[in-house]
């Protein structure tokens, strides 16, 4: 019989001594899957980055200088649709199924008016946001353009990252990731549309002329939207359609309920303000960059997209240990928690020290996926190479802080990242910047992330994130 994730939760509800080994193999087949879909949602990164980058520089740095703020609007939902992940996941570990139902139907009113409201602030701001942040004149035009259209898809990107996020914590990792791979497919097809002009090319031995719009950045913004709106719809109807403990096709009430707001409020809300003070701190980041020039914002912000292939299985492990712990605290299983929370972030630190050594080795062909440009090329290279080091602990910092969330502890992965993102990385870069350039804002980076990493070991070593215990 296979091992899944619903019948682990059931041997721990009735306090079963699950072996080490099962417990491995639920571990594994929820990563895996959850991998590959951060892998593929990096692709669509480097896709567009890719094709975007061959326009030139300034095509790059236009979306380099908006790309902290679509992370602090993103961020901020990200963290309040993983607040109801974690309670669905919670729920389902105590096999309270009616109660999981429930925050779902709540989650997709949630859904409607947070993503509807975010998108009306992004499109609100998006003719002023370059310049606040510091553009040259000759940037602002694309970046207010792909900010503006990236804002106006926010509702249904939250749709797709919500109910994936929620398909994880029943224990599907599979179908979120095949999702992001569809996504992945239209960004391609829509960007290599609406991106390019017209042009002569060859195919099989043949010239042909492929027609395109030649929207250059603004079209590389309306492909990732359009993509975006088709895998958030999809990821709603497996909701609605499969059969699966939150099919709401089960008679239930759309009453927002008292228990949830309180859970929002006590998980997600600092989920949210976590998220919102690590972006915000990106948005100074730029903010200091983006007084070093037009290589230097272009080269920083292809090296945050190459780096993201290090990160992806991180951030795969992650979304795997909050279902998994949830689901053992909701089970009232202490000793399952701890052991998933210590694996899985052990897997995460090796598999990210792994792909560390990678990145410092082939940094250079990293950077030029997205670019000919040999001065970007050369300086980004740097940066990966400098920030190499850090990744294992990064590694940790990621999964830890999601086998604490899936307990609930969300306010000390706020308060963690709070003091490490803006007491050490800030203040080191705003030092750093004007003597070493775009070293120092990486150098200052490689120490945070290594500061951070032993902040969450030594939180997770403690076992006070366990006292939060199961929700509502």
């Avoid at 939250?158 to 599979?174: F, H, I, K, V, W």
């Avoid at 290279?381 to 969330?405: K, N, Y």
Wanted: charged share 10%; aromatic share 8%.
């Amino acid at each position: 019989m296979t091992l899944s994730l619903d019948i682990l939760a059931a041997r721990m509800r009735q306090g079963e001594s699950i072996p080490l080994g099962d417990t491995a193999r639920v571990a594994v087949a929820l990563s895996v899957p959850a991998i590959l879909q951060q892998l593929v949602v990096t692709a669509m990164e480097y896709i567009d980055a890719a094709m975007v980058g061959h326009i030139g520089a300034e095509a790059t740095a236009a979306i380099g200088i908006v790309s902290s703020s679509t992370w602090l609007l993103h961020g901020i939902l990200v963290g309040l649709f993983t607040s109801f992940a974690i309670q669905i996941a919670q729920y389902l570990g105590a096999d309270r199924q009616d109660d999981a139902r429930g925050v779902l139907r709540q989650s997709m009113i949630f859904n409607i008016l947070l993503g509807c409201g975010m998108a009306a602030l992004g499109i609100g701001i998006c003719r002023f946001l370059p310049g606040w942040l510091g553009a040259d004149p000759s940037l602002q035009g694309n970046a207010s353009a792909y900010f503006g259209i990236w804002s106006a898809a926010l509702p249904f990107s939250m749709a797709m990252g919500m109910y994936s996020a929620m398909l994880r914590a029943t224990g599907d990792a599979l179908t979120p990731s095949l999702i992001s791979v569809l996504v992945c497919v239209l960004d391609i097809f829509f960007n290599f549309f609406l991106i390019n002009p017209t042009r002569e090319m060859e195919l099989f031995g043949q010239t042909v002329t492929m027609f395109g719009f030649g929207w250059g950045v603004p079209g590389a913004a309306l492909g990732t939207a359009l993509a975006t709106l088709i895998g958030g719809l999809a990821a709603l109807a497996v909701l609605l359609l499969r059969e699966s403990p939150l099919a709401i096709r089960y008679p239930g009430s759309w009453k927002i309920t008292r228990s949830c707001l309180i859970n929002l409020w006590r998980v997600g809300v600092p989920l949210a303000a976590e998220r919102a003070a690590l972006s915000s701190a990106q948005v100074l980041l730029v903010r200091i960059v983006s007084q070093l020039g037009t290589v230097a914002i272009a080269a920083n912000s292809l090296a945050v997209s190459a780096e993201g292939l290090c990160y992806m299985a991180g951030y795969g492990i992650q979304d795997a240990s909050i279902a998994l712990v949830g689901q053992a605290v909701g089970a009232h299983r202490r000793d399952m928690s701890k052991r998933f929370a210590w694996l899985c972030t052990g897997m995460g630190m090796g598999i990210m020290a792994l792909s560390g050594v990678l990145m410092w080795l082939f940094a250079p062909a990293l950077m030029s996926i997205f670019t000919a440009d040999a001065a970007v090329i050369a300086l980004g290279a740097q940066m990966l190479r400098i920030e190499a080091f850090a990744e294992p602990m990064f590694g940790a910092s990621i999964v830890a802080s999601g086998a604490m969330q899936g307990a609930g502890d969300s306010t000390a992965c706020f308060v963690l990242n709070l003091f490490s993102m803006w007491g050490v990385r800030l203040t080191l870069a705003f030092l750093l910047a004007p003597r070493f350039g775009l070293t120092g804002v990486w150098t200052a980076m490689c120490v945070e992330l290594c500061t951070r990493g032993v902040l969450f070991l030594l939180r997770l070593a403690r076992g006070k994130w366990l006292e939060r215990g199961a929700l509502a």
